[in-house]
């Protein structure tokens, strides 16, 4: 996966090989926001500019930009996987939130690296 990332708001990145551009989209919100070009220093301007004219439209029309994610995450798994995630927080002397962030702050910081 690539990704660009500028004032908090992050984009995945594509190549369309029958168009011969890039293509993006800013991640975690609602609105559809997207952008591209033909070069990947026009890719990053493009982004750039995307995300500035998203805060700047939202400002004109009284409506605050959606930020990514509120922190709140609701994640429904197996009981077994329960079981074995609290035993590993509780041997790691840590609560459920506090390990679960660290581990899942590794593995996205892995992916996004």
Request: proline fraction near 3%; charge should be negative.
């Amino acid at each position: 996966m690539n990704a660009m990332n500028y004032k908090g708001y992050s984009a995945r990145v594509d190549y369309d090989d029958d168009d011969e551009i890039f293509f993006g989209r800013i991640a975690g919100i609602r609105d559809g926001v997207s952008f591209h070009s033909e070069t990947v220093a026009g890719l990053k301007a493009a982004f750039h500019e995307a995300v500035d004219d998203y805060v700047e439209t939202c400002a004109k029309i009284g409506k605050s930009p959606q930020r990514p994610y509120s922190g709140n995450l609701m994640l429904r798994v197996d009981p077994s996987v329960h079981s074995k995630v609290a035993m590993a927080a509780e041997l790691a002397g840590k609560s459920l939130n506090q390990w679960g962030e660290e581990v899942l702050r590794e593995a996205a910081e892995k992916q996004i690296a």
